[in-house]
């Protein structure tokens, strides 16, 4: 009988291997003239798209139609699965929760047109009343939704202590981190915490990263103890890789070559598989990006684009599985933009994704027909690797019609607790 009730407790707390992970279906990849989509928090240095109830996310995005269109805006409440919930906006927002966008401007001095978009939520229009999970969507002129993001507005109500530990698992010992983490909800009464609270666990913000549905291990008191071994666990990967067009005529660290036709070509040095080779450390930001130039003053009008070129060196072709170029730079989905194709005479995996100029973390990852990401596969996964591991707190008590967030906490893993 203890048998099987693991079996039951594993079933629930892992639903997949740590390092596959499996898109879902809410998030909506952008065209093809739609780029550079930016959405983070108006505060210097923050990249993951959370923030506390009454902050400010900020939106920007290219239109490379460069034809000024008129875009608009709808923000949707989500439940803890981002489902949309059954709320009203009137409950979860003042204002318009769908608003035209009124801040865009033509591009300049750039080789490639572009109308730059910008918008902050909230603003003077509208105002975000209540934590949880969000949706933004741009809408086009036939209200046909272009693009989404999802972001996370917190308030908090709950301490919450994270820890980051090599895995103990003999089998694992070397490529996983292992998370642990206690809430201290002293603040907030519960009547069954293993009901009304739930937590999600992300690696670098990774939205396929995500483990869910954890019950608490022990309960002492005001404190809900998330102390696993091992059963919260991820596959370590490795340090994105990474390039800088901030000068984009000149080749410059880890760019080969650059190459003037219609527009600019950035041609990478080559890459090779990582996954066998000794861990290597160099710094990173863990996967996203900055928008940046030295040539210019106003890099949101006058960045220019360049057609990247990647090359991943490998003998053979891998059957079954598809290799893309992966990380924040498109939300960290699967396309048909990012998805590598195999040159049979070169021995290579070659891609060619346009970028806005700036600073990019990149990694390759295998995915198969189902969807399903693997992260270790090319580039290996060492424990030694530094990444941010994030927990938020869900609450809804009995009667309540949406989940709060109510807390969130986070480790890095460059400090290793044991």
């Known amino acids: 009988?203890?048998?099987?009730?693991?079996?039951?407790?594993?079933?629930?707390?892992?639903?997949?291997?740590?390092?596959?992970?499996?898109?879902?279906?809410?998030?909506?990849?952008?065209?093809?003239?739609?780029?550079?989509?930016?959405?983070?928090?108006?505060?210097?240095?923050?990249?993951?798209?959370?923030?506390?109830?009454?902050?400010?996310?900020?939106?920007?995005?290219?239109?490379?139609?460069?034809?000024?269109?008129?875009?608009?805006?709808?923000?949707?409440?989500?439940?803890?699965?981002?489902?949309?919930?059954?709320?009203?906006?009137?409950?979860?927002?003042?204002?318009?929760?769908?608003?035209?966008?009124?801040?865009?401007?033509?591009?300049?001095?750039?080789?490639?047109?572009?109308?730059?978009?910008?918008?902050?939520?909230?603003?003077?229009?509208?105002?975000?009343?209540?934590?949880?999970?969000?949706?933004?969507?741009?809408i086009d002129?036939?209200?046909?939704?272009?693009?989404?993001?999802?972001?996370?507005?917190?308030?908090?109500?709950?301490?919450?202590?994270?820890t980051a530990h090599r895995s103990t698992d003999i089998a694992s010992i070397f490529e996983k981190h292992s998370i642990q983490f206690v809430i201290n909800n002293q603040n907030l009464f519960l009547n069954n915490p293993k009901e009304e609270i739930k937590v999600a666990v992300y690696q670098n913000m990774d939205w396929n990263s995500v483990m869910k549905n954890i019950p608490p291990k022990y309960i002492q008191g005001s404190r809900l103890l998330y102390n696993y071994v091992d059963e919260i666990s991820f596959y370590a990967g490795n340090e994105f890789l990474y390039f800088d067009t901030k000068e984009i005529r000149n080749a410059t660290n880890n760019i080969a070559k650059v190459r003037l036709e219609e527009i600019f070509n950035t041609y990478l040095y080559i890459d090779e598989s990582r996954a066998k080779t000794a861990y290597s450390f160099f710094p990173d930001v863990n996967g996203d990006f900055v928008l940046r130039t030295i040539d210019t003053n106003d890099e949101s009008l006058e960045g220019d684009y360049s057609l990247v070129h990647f090359i991943l060196e490998n003998r053979s072709e891998i059957q079954q599985e598809d290799i893309y170029v992966y990380g924040s730079f498109n939300d960290w989905q699967i396309t048909e933009e990012n998805k590598m194709i195999y040159n049979s005479n070169e021995k290579k995996y070659e891609a060619a994704i346009l970028f806005k100029q700036g600073f990019y973390n990149y990694t390759y990852v295998t995915a198969n027909s189902e969807g399903k990401i693997n992260t270790s596969k090319i580039e290996g996964s060492y424990y030694q690797t530094e990444n941010e591991y994030t927990v938020l707190v869900y609450y809804k008590k009995f009667g309540d019609r949406y989940d709060q967030v109510v807390g969130v906490g986070s480790a890095n893993s460059e400090r290793l607790e044991n």
């Open 1 to 138: 009988m203890q048998k099987f009730k693991l079996l039951i407790f594993l079933s629930i707390i892992i639903p997949l291997s740590p390092a596959i992970y499996a898109q879902k279906n809410v998030k909506i990849a952008s065209p093809t003239n739609i780029k550079s989509i930016s959405f983070k928090p108006k505060k210097l240095n923050s990249y993951a798209p959370i923030i506390k109830l009454g902050e400010t996310m900020q939106l920007s995005f290219d239109d490379l139609e460069g034809d000024m269109k008129m875009y608009s805006y709808k923000i949707e409440h989500c439940d803890y699965d981002w489902n949309i919930s059954n709320l009203s906006t009137t409950e979860y927002m003042t204002g318009y929760a769908e608003d035209r966008i009124r801040d865009f401007e033509n591009s300049f001095n750039t080789l490639q047109d572009y109308t730059h978009y910008e918008l902050q939520i909230p603003n003077q229009n509208n105002r975000i009343k209540i934590s949880g999970n969000y949706i933004i969507s741009i």
């Open 141 to 162: 002129e036939d209200d046909t939704v272009v693009f989404n993001r999802r972001f996370i507005v917190y308030q908090p109500q709950v301490q919450v202590g994270v």
